[in-house]
């Protein structure tokens, strides 16, 4: 194919409105589910500050500083125990009919323990005995390949484990049941509902805004707190740190880091980064208005993505989109960091079918994250062009349309924008999330020069 660096606008693709909400009905929808896929007495979940999507997912709360837990039982029993300064945050939670109890324990050390500080006590106080059984959700699990009891192996603190193993007693049931969230086909997060996806997309599109703010405003001789001021930040959440590195010629670059008062020269590699829950934007390229080495492997991993976006669909194993990308990448000699694409959440990642050998499947409400990072690049060189999308059947689609007009109208715009600008025209049932969608500058004093299939 032909890739080409052309001067192309990116234009406004509507007014985002109002953010938007989900409903009460929604969370209890999703917390029903859930508890009726763990098949147990009661579903557990884990939460603390960083591990807090599988909470916020089915209640709408997630603690600020401390640990948490959501109980959800038979009958419709939903319960969050939280410590003393997460309590009174709990008013935000969307899940109806639920009660909150403090367990003093999981409250940062220091503070007052003498009303409610025992686990075990609160546990009892919302419902759960001995016999019960539990399926504990963690914040990611293990597969059968990676330890023989893996069923019954938990990413939650010992202490909150045992403290359930306990109140269950011998004759209780305690089993893993991350899965039922974060399976990478089938889990409830996996797969989300419209009102998440409508969240999600108004998110995607402020955090690349933002950050395409930067990438076209950076100049030389800014710092790079300089550079990434320009994001306009107005207080989003936020899922990463958010990044910014640069480096000479020669130097490696750390992609992960945060600003430092480095001042940016002509010719430096320069890589940025900014989360916001359910959406990430990430830019990288040469600091430089162009320079036909750094354009070659440039053109080689457009192709790349362009191949991402025309192998992706509805009903694709993970496997053949591993394949069908890392194998034009090797093609340049270049392969990729990670995983080339993952589904996108609260949390930045949240799992991935895509996968080598992957039999998972792309399916239809799954928001997904393009990211692709070719690797080796020589000392000082960076590439990244990173963007939140979704995939939509015909109904969800239609529900988009009905439920969310300008939502629609807006992925309409992006999609439109690629096909005739970028030479990039999506499958029906890939949904452009971004508001810079594939548009990737390698060069970033000349931002408005993008790479494009002619």
Not at 375 to 389: F, H, S
């Amino acid at each position: 194919m032909a890739i080409t660096l052309a001067p192309v606008a990116l234009p406004d693709f509507g007014p985002l409105g109002e953010q938007p909400q989900i409903p009460a009905t929604t969370y209890a929808a999703r917390a029903d589910a859930a508890l009726k896929a763990a098949g147990t007495d009661w579903l557990v979940v884990y939460a603390d500050r960083e591990h807090f999507g599988n909470i916020m997912h089915l209640s709408g709360f997630e603690p600020r500083f401390e640990e948490a837990l959501l109980l959800l039982g038979k009958g419709g029993n939903r319960v969050i125990i939280t410590g003393n300064e997460s309590e009174s945050y709990t008013v935000l939670a969307g899940l109806p009919d639920t009660e909150v109890l403090r367990a003093q324990s999981f409250s940062l050390m220091g503070q007052d323990r003498s009303q409610n500080p025992r686990l075990a006590d609160r546990l009892k106080d919302a419902g759960i005995k001995a016999g019960d059984s539990i399926g504990l959700v963690g914040w990611k699990y293990l597969s059968a390949e990676e330890d023989d009891d893996y069923a019954h192996s938990f990413f939650v603190p010992d202490f909150i484990v045992k403290v359930l193993s306990r109140v269950i007693s011998g004759e209780g049931r305690l089993i893993d049941r991350t899965e039922v969230l974060m399976h990478p086909e089938t889990g409830l997060r996996a797969i989300v509902d419209v009102d998440q996806l409508a969240a999600f997309e108004w998110a995607a599109a402020r955090c690349s805004t933002a950050l395409w703010r930067v990438v076209s405003g950076v100049r030389e001789g800014d710092t790079e707190f300089e550079a990434l001021g320009r994001l306009g930040y107005e207080g989003d959440p936020l899922n990463v740190h958010t990044m910014f590195a640069s480096v000479s010629k020669g130097e490696h670059i750390v992609g992960l880091r945060s600003p430092t008062a480095r001042r940016l020269k002509r010719g430096d590699g320069v890589t940025t980064a900014l989360g916001y829950w359910g959406a990430l934007s990430s830019r990288a390229g040469l600091l430089a208005d162009h320079d036909d080495d750094f354009l070659k492997p440039s053109k080689a991993y457009f192709e790349a993505l362009i191949t991402w976006y025309e192998t992706a669909g509805i009903g694709v194993s993970g496997g053949e989109l591993f394949e069908a990308v890392t194998g034009k990448l090797k093609s340049a000699g270049l392969n990729s960091a990670l995983n080339p694409g993952h589904l996108g959440s609260h949390e930045e990642w949240l799992h991935s079918p895509v996968r080598p050998g992957s039999t998972d499947r792309l399916r239809s409400g799954m928001p997904f994250q393009v990211d692709v990072i070719p690797v080796p690049m020589p000392a000082g060189w960076a590439l990244n062009c990173e963007d939140a999308i979704a995939f939509a059947d015909d109904a969800l689609r239609a529900e988009i349309q009905k439920r969310y007009p300008a939502m629609h109208a807006r992925i309409a715009a992006r999609r439109a924008f690629m096909a005739d600008k970028l030479g990039v025209a999506l499958k029906d049932d890939i949904l452009p999330l971004s508001s810079t969608p594939l548009y990737l500058s390698p060069f970033w004093l000349k931002s408005g020069n993008v790479l494009v299939r002619s």
